[in-house]
Nanobody
């Protein structure tokens, strides 16, 4: 069983920055991702790190968010800059040892609130 623990959420004003972290209980997961879900909206992928060094970003965060991992792939980070009110959501870390499409392991979530 893989455990994922997120940290780093909070409240900021528009234009501000936050850094989210996710600590995994095992090493070398093939795929680690950040998802988010705002009230009344569907969950959406934000950014993914997969394989050796591949990365994917949702178009809405490109140029503002940066995903990174430590070499052991036990910690996933998301640096969020120039935050917008529409970035407000519960952010979840998700991971899977084999694929990215339907991660089997999820963290408890951390709240990000951006005020205008």
């Amino acid at each position: 069983q893989v455990q994922l623990v997120e940290s780093g959420g909070g409240s900021v004003q528009a234009g501000g920055s936050l850094r989210l972290s996710c600590a995994a209980s095992i090493r070398g997961l093939y795929c680690m991702s950040w998802f988010r879900q705002a009230p009344g909206k569907e969950r959406e992928g934000v950014a993914t790190a997969y394989g050796r060094r591949s990365i994917w970003y949702n178009d809405s965060v490109k140029g503002r968010f940066t995903i990174s991992q430590d070499n052991a792939k036990t910690t996933l980070s998301l640096q969020m800059n120039n935050l917008k009110p529409e970035d407000s959501a519960m952010y979840y870390c998700a991971a899977d040892p084999q694929q990215c499409r339907t991660p089997n392991y999820w963290g408890q979530g951390t709240q990000v609130t951006v005020s205008s």
